[in-house]
């Protein structure tokens, strides 16, 4: 899809989930076509005319102005993450020759390495294509499912929630991993059009995937950098994680997923038990 359609989707999608009432709006007559706002009540809303934003929404955004932009935040009850999806998709439409982002490395510098292992909890670095570049060793036992399913390859929680028969019963909320992923993607999507290997996994999954298609054309962007997990493990059964991810600005696009639990909670004392079975042997010296 064109950045012109990528506007008028998302417009129209947002647009869709508001209703008159939750925009402090009367409501005339009892038959409405549509559940959200019309057209010219985003307008009103905006405070700029109705032909005008017939027009944004066709995708033909012009020389748009920050200030008619924030009317739509406000009208459309944007969150930081559409807000600046909407900005990224405004400035791709309206730059003639698009700067391309650097690639996103792949590349795992020795330092980063080192602090992942000396975490005492579960860690991994990513990339905004859920690849999995690296993780300490704790990490890799709380994820062990995916590095299973993935075998000698790179992992990638994306393929493994769309992909993998186990994904379901690995992650408690399965739908709302999978609606989180998907935003998550979209959002990285708006920041670089260009990012071939980004949208050859998207293609890959609209095309094996059902479910990610819908989640897909619902246009929902979303920032993933707290919160909570729950995953039902092999060894230690069903856990509940907090998680930050923490941005590297050294290296673009790569941030570190750290999970933690409590002091003193079952998820504490179960992180303690998959510690245990991760251990590595020390080494026994041996005589000449």
């Given amino acids: 899809m064109s950045t012109k359609d990528d506007i008028r989707d998302f417009l129209a999608t947002r647009r869709a989930r508001i209703t008159p009432e939750q925009a402090g709006l009367p409501v005339y007559g009892a038959h409405r076509r549509v559940t959200g706002l019309r057209r010219e009540e985003?307008?009103?809303?905006?405070?700029?005319?109705?032909?005008?934003?017939?027009?944004?929404?066709?995708?033909?955004?012009?020389?748009?102005?920050?200030g008619v932009l924030e009317g739509l935040v406000h009208?459309?009850?944007?969150?930081?993450?559409?807000?600046?999806h909407l900005y990224r998709l405004v400035q791709t439409a309206t730059t003639r020759?698009?700067?391309?982002r650097r690639p996103t490395p792949t590349r795992v510098r020795p330092t980063i390495q080192r602090m992942l292992d000396l975490m005492p909890v579960p860690a991994y670095l990513r990339n905004g294509r859920f690849d999995v570049l690296a993780s300490n060793?704790?990490?890799?036992?709380?994820?062990?499912?995916?590095?299973?399913?993935?075998?000698e390859g790179m992992p990638n929680t994306a393929r493994f929630v769309f992909l993998s028969p186990a994904a379901p019963d690995f992650f408690v909320d399965f739908e709302k991993?999978?609606?989180?992923?998907?935003?998550?993607?979209?959002a990285e999507?708006?920041?670089?059009?260009h990012?071939?290997?980004?949208?050859?996994?998207?293609?890959?999954?609209?095309?094996?995937?059902e479910p990610f298609r819908q989640l897909w054309a619902r246009h929902d962007v979303r920032y993933h950098r707290t919160g909570t997990k729950r995953f039902r493990h092999?060894?230690?059964?069903?856990?509940?994680?907090?998680?930050?991810?923490?941005?590297?600005?050294?290296?673009?696009?790569?941030?570190?997923?750290?999970?933690t639990a409590a002091p003193d909670s079952p998820a504490a004392e179960q992180l303690a038990l998959l510690a245990s079975w991760t251990m590595r042997p020390a080494a026994v010296p041996t005589g000449d």
């Fill in 195 to 209: 990012d071939k290997v980004l949208q050859d996994l998207i293609g890959e999954l609209s095309t094996r995937s």
């Fill in 234 to 259: 092999p060894l230690v059964g069903e856990i509940s994680l907090d998680f930050e991810a923490m941005e590297l600005p050294g290296d673009g696009g790569q941030r570190i997923n750290v999970y």
């Fill in 75 to 84: 009208a459309l009850q944007l969150d930081d993450a559409e807000r600046d």
């Fill in 97 to 100: 020759r698009p700067s391309r």
């Fill in 177 to 186: 991993i999978q609606h989180d992923a998907v935003a998550f993607l979209r």
């Fill in 42 to 66: 985003v307008a009103l809303l905006a405070g700029i005319s109705v032909e005008y934003y017939t027009r944004l929404e066709r995708g033909n955004v012009g020389a748009v102005s920050d």
């Fill in 189 to 193: 999507a708006g920041k670089d059009a």
């Fill in 137 to 151: 060793e704790l990490g890799r036992a709380l994820y062990a499912p995916v590095y299973e399913w993935t075998g």
